[in-house]
């Protein structure tokens, strides 16, 4: 089981960028799709999530408007659509495989059984 999140980097503020988060060894179609990040010194926190039942989508007041998540189940990937992006976006961003149940709750806290499997992180960094 492995979750690889990917194109993080270097961006100005205003820019954008794209992430993805590829599943293998099990059917991220299964689960929901948390998007989490957790900048230097404070707490990781939950972004956005992407329901599998519904297709419904969650997002943290932080990055609505400006981040858009979504999912190709035929790839086993999610996505992480960054516009807008502020210095305060600066993190490491991590994907998961959550818990549908969860997938509301998680933009505003993370329940310690709401995620399944956690991926690993790619950098963003957001500078002039």
């Known amino acids: 089981v492995q979750l690889q999140a990917s194109g993080g980097g270097l961006v100005h503020p205003g820019g954008s960028l794209r992430l993805s988060c590829a599943a293998s060894?099990?059917?991220?179609?299964?689960?929901?799709i948390g998007w989490f990040r957790q900048a230097p010194g404070k707490e990781r926190e939950g972004i956005s999530c992407?329901?599998?039942?519904?297709?419904?989508?969650h997002y943290a007041d932080s990055v609505k408007g400006r981040f858009t998540i979504s999912r190709d189940n035929a790839k086993n990937t999610g996505y992480l659509q960054m516009s807008s992006l502020k210095v305060e976006d600066t993190a490491d961003y991590y994907c998961?495989?959550?818990?549908?149940?969860?997938?509301?709750?998680?933009?505003?806290?993370?329940?310690?059984?709401?995620?399944?499997?956690w991926g690993k992180g790619t950098q963003v960094t957001v500078s002039s």
């Open positions: 998961a495989a959550v818990g549908n149940y969860w997938c509301e709750e998680i933009v505003v806290r993370i329940p310690e059984d709401a995620v399944v499997y």
């Open positions: 060894g099990f059917t991220l179609g299964h689960y929901a």
């Open positions: 992407m329901s599998s039942v519904d297709g419904s989508t």
